[in-house]
Nanobody, 124 residues
Framework: QVQLVESGGGLVQAGGSLRLSCAAS????????MAWFRQAPGKEREFVAT????????HYADSVKGRFTISRDNAKNTMYLQMNSLKPEDTALYYC?????????????????WGQGTQVTVSS
């Protein structure tokens, strides 16, 4: 069991940067693959990025590749999403998700645990 809390969302101008954090409870954080998803109004929940348990492997949606970086600090039970060169189309509610099996996934239903989300708004 793990509880997740996102933070770091806000309003930023296009081209700017923002860093999201996902704080996890418990002492088993390193057993979970982690991911970020986002959902904009009127759209389906969309995969953003995922990171394996060790943090050695990452995967990104094509729409954010080269601009976003996912990372984790298992000693601090925290996952991060560094977002650079933000675009208006990045505007969405961003969710942190965790799963113990498989090692990673880009499919929302594979994740057992979710945070409440943090809003990111990018203005032009």
């Amino acid at each position: 069991q793990v509880q997740l809390v996102e933070s770091g969302g806000g309003l930023v101008q296009a081209g700017g940067s923002l860093r999201l954090s996902c704080a996890a409870s418990g002492r088993t954080f390193s057993t979970y693959a982690m991911a970020w998803f986002r959902q904009a109004p009127g759209k389906e929940r969309e995969f953003v990025a995922t990171i394996t348990r060790s943090g050695r492997s990452t995967h990104y949606a094509d729409s954010v590749k080269g601009r976003f970086t996912i990372s984790r600090d298992n000693a601090k039970n925290t996952m991060y999403l560094q977002m650079n060169s933000l675009k208006p189309e990045d505007t969405a509610l961003y969710y942190c998700a965790a799963d113990q099996s498989p090692d990673w996934s880009d499919y929302p239903l594979d994740y057992d645990y979710w945070g409440q989300g943090t809003q990111v708004t990018v203005s032009s």
